[in-house]
C-alpha cells in the first residue's frame, strides 16, 4: 500500500512530502496516470499539475477524464502507468462519478500491486473512512453519500489553515468517531507506505475530543 495524500501540492524542491514521493515513484520515465474528475476541457488543473511533477523530475502525464468516453480500453492503459494522481475540489462530486465509473477497482488494483496512489484534496478525502467532514470546510454533503472508499483508518481535513476556525466543531464531532482526524495544511499532508505511516508539515490530529499538534512526525503536544 502506498498512499499519498495531499492537502495541496506545491512547487518547493526543499518540500520534503515532495521529495519523498518522487523517492516513492523512484522509476526513471516513470509514467503517471492524472484522473480529471470534472468537465476541465481547457486542462487548466491538468497544466498546473504538469508543472507540479515537472518539479520533482517526473515528465509524463497522461490525462484522463472520467466524464469523456470513459471505458475499459482507457482502464487498461491506466493500469500500465507506473502511479495514479487522482484530486478534485468537489468531494461529493469525485465520490460521486467514482461510484459511476466503478474506479474503486482501478484503485484496488493500483493498491494490490503496490503502485502508488497520490490523492490531492477532494481526492485525499474520499480516500479515508468517511467524507462528512467535508462540511467543516465548506464542501457540500448528502447523508446519502457519506462513505469513503475506505482505504485509510482515519479522516483527512484538507486546507485546514483557512479552515482552523472551525476547530470546536471538529472537536465535538472527533468525540462521535472511533478514528482520528488529521487536519493538514496545502503544500503538505499524509504518506501510508504499507505498515508505515508519516506526516509532513504541521498537522492537528483530533481523536475522540482531545487534540495535538504534529510538526512532521513530531508531536508538539
Known amino acids: 500500500m502506498k498512499i499519498i495524500l ?20 523512484n522509476k526513471k520515465d516513470a509514467k503517471l496516470a492524472y484522473i480529471s474528475p470534472t468537465k476541465d476541457e481547457a486542462k487548466k488543473y491538468f497544466d498546473q499539475t504538469k508543472n507540479y511533477y515537472d518539479s520533482i523530475g517526473i515528465k509524463r502525464l497522461d490525462y ?28 461529493q462530486e469525485l465520490l460521486k462519478i467514482i461510484n459511476e465509473r466503478n474506479f474503486k477497482i482501478v484503485i484496488d488494483k493500483f493498491n494490490e500491486t503496490d503502485k502508488p496512489i497520490i490523492c490531492v484534496g477532494a481526492g485525499s ?18 447523508d446519502k453519500l457519506s462513505d469513503g472508499l475506505n482505504m485509510v483508518d482515519f479522516e483527512f481535513i484538507p486546507n485546514w489553515g483557512e479552515n482552523k476556525n472551525n476547530l470546536f466543531m471538529v472537536i465535538d464531532y472527533s468525540a462521535k468517531r472511533q478514528h482520528p482526524i488529521y487536519c493538514c495544511k496545502d503544500g503538505y499532508g499524509i504518506i501510508v507506505n504499507n505498515k ?6 504541521e498537522i492537528t490530529k ?16
Not at 518547493?12 to 519523498?20: I, R, T
Not at 508505515?196 to 508539515?201: C, L, Q, T, V
Open 6 to 25: 495531499f492537502s495541496e501540492q506545491r512547487i518547493d524542491q526543499k518540500n520534503p512530502m515532495n521529495l519523498d514521493l518522487a523517492k516513492i515513484v
Open 64 to 91: 484522463y477524464n472520467l466524464y469523456d468516453n470513459f471505458d475499459d480500453s482507457k482502464v487498461e492503459n491506466i493500469l500500465s502507468c507506473d502511479a495514479i494522481h487522482l484530486s478534485g475540489e468537489d468531494t
Open 125 to 142: 478525502v474520499i480516500m479515508t473512512k468517511s467524507i462528512e467532514s467535508v462540511k467543516f470546510i465548506g464542501g457540500s454533503y448528502d
Open 196 to 201: 508505515e505511516i508519516n506526516f509532513y508539515g
Open 206 to 221: 483530533i481523536e475522540k475530543g482531545r487534540v495535538s499538534l504534529l510538526n512532521g512526525n513530531v508531536r508538539l503536544y
